[in-house]
């Protein structure tokens, strides 16, 4: 066997593998319309922040869930109703999966406000937490820990998508109804293989 012979017959077997590989993608996104398992953005950090009422809201509490979350400066915003809205339109949607809860991360420390926005906005069923806490660790989780900037004169209008392990999935912009459908599509992947 020559060297030009033993040459060409790697590169077949290296293009024939690459080939194969590639098809065996093709076919586990295909089923399901997503690639989400095979995306990881990081695992979300340590952190210690707190509902309404005090009880405390902590990184453990988020294993062993598949989360959407998000994140909102003032919880009495345009925007923070219409992300509201589409919670809720989330958790009539997916229903049937009681495995996918919400988490809404604010800087608001008004527990009245809180509590107003819990009553006239959050389904019955306890899916969707809403927590505050320090503005200084708030501000290091959303930033740091799930990568969102925070501008002083916008809210971050994004959606996050954290699986049962604490890995960060996806993310998703909250006024592109493309990208909502996308989350949707990849809420369903995740649900499959998890």
Known sequence: MNKVTFRREGILTILCVVFLFSLGVHIVTRDNGTNVGSIYYGAVPGFNL??????PFTLLDLRGETWVINYVKNIQSSQSSIMADQINKFAQDWGINHEIKFLTITH?????AIQSFIENNRPSEKRWEIITGNANKITELVQNGFHIPIKKDSEPNRYILVDNNGQIRGYYTASDQSELSRLSIDVNGLMRIS
Request: proline share 0%; no cysteine.
């Open 50 to 55: 707190q509902h309404a009422d005090e009880t």
């Open 108 to 112: 608001e420390t008004n527990i009245a």
